[in-house]
């Protein structure tokens, strides 16, 4: 599957004294060869060895650059393969073109994250490895970077795999049982499993919390609620937080200014922006929080617009769906407790199914917003451009499927269900865990996870 040599220039796209291109594949040697003028001749040179030389284009014989070239012999490399890297001196300029003559001699451009996927693919590292790579290079203070680089050496591999031998174990004792059913042991299997499901409930729920403390350091989905005065904007994130940080009041624009609140829904975190009402202020106080509400719609992954349903729709409104009707966006029409009188054919138009009825003030639709929420994001529409974020996000939604899984074993061993049907539970526990390390992903989520890598890692 690998037979093919992939290259990418692997310093930071910019200026920089030196700029390394990496290339990694069983033709890496022999390919960096034909172009590399030296005393060395790389293919016989032995493995972790510097080279000085330059790298001339054979056809023109012109010299592009000086460069000191290093080669890592299979398997002992970061790919595990074959791997050249050619360190450039001559700026920014000489590296694409070197890179430029090595796509001409069989080096093939490499996809984004390319060499941690072969890294991944080779069995060097796994899944969460690999993700944690993401965020090592992405990490945006000492702590994340702490946090993700103890994860790329395995830390929560290692709790992963220990979790999932103990449902295996389970899993088997489950099985004798069920190939021996004269062994009238029902009675002790149901108080065994429950009490093994309890014990790795309670792990993974160790696991969880450990990933809820990491909210302040991570950036959560950036969720902009945005929307006229007194739509309910701030009862809203009130209802979403449960708790009662921002201020609600009657009167018209007395959020002045950007309310900042991170919640769980369903296991996604989101970093929900409360923003004082979008529209035209002469009040200053005001008129400044107007302007950051803007921003923060700008920037937001995901937008959620309130509308109130128990009156027609303001022209600025019209304005609004149509800044928004192309960006993730949930519409929601509020007070659904009192007569309605939105024109609510022309939000459907806009927006189809992404509409949610609500009424905050009875607390009503509260569910399927969350699911509204979990549908978007688990579809991909929406997606933090913080990294950090989505790999953990990843673990953290299958570390509370793996733990339901759980629950409704146990439940199901309390309620004495036949044991191969509480087997199908166990088992869902442990794909779910398996899919955190790669161990039972598809080939579509590996490439959309080493898409977010940044070329030439
Ligand atoms: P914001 O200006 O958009 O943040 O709106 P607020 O959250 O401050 O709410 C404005 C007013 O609408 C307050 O008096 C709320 O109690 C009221 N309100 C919010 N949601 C509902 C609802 O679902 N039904 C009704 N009847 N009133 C609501
Ligand atoms: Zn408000």
Redesign the pocket.
Known sequence: MLTDTIGAISTPPGEGGIAVIRVSGPDSVPIVEKVFRSRSKLTQVPTHTVHYGHIVDPKSGERLDEVLVTVMRAPRSFTMEDVVEVSCHGGIVAVRRVLELLLRHGVRMAEPGEFTKRAFLNGRIDLSQAEAVIDLIRAKSDRAFAVAQKQSEGALSRQIRALRTELVELMAHIEVNIDYPEHDVAEMTSAYIRERCDKAIEAIAKLLRTAGEGKIYREGIKTAII?R???????LMNALARENKAI???I?GT?RDVIEEYVTVKGIPLKLLDTA?LRETDDVVERIGVERSRGAMDEADLILL?LNGSEPLDPSEYELMEQVKDRPTIVIV?????PQRIEIGEVRERFGERIVSM????QQGLDQLESAIADLFFSGEVASDDSTMVSNIRHIGLLSQAQSALEEAKTAAENGVPIDMIQIDIRQAWEKLGEIIGDSVGESLIDQIFSQFCLGK
Do not use: A, I, R
């Open positions: 929307g005065p007194n739509v309910g904007k701030s009862s609600v009041t009657d018209p959020t009402g309130v509020n007070k659904l407790d009192l009424s905050v003030k009875e």
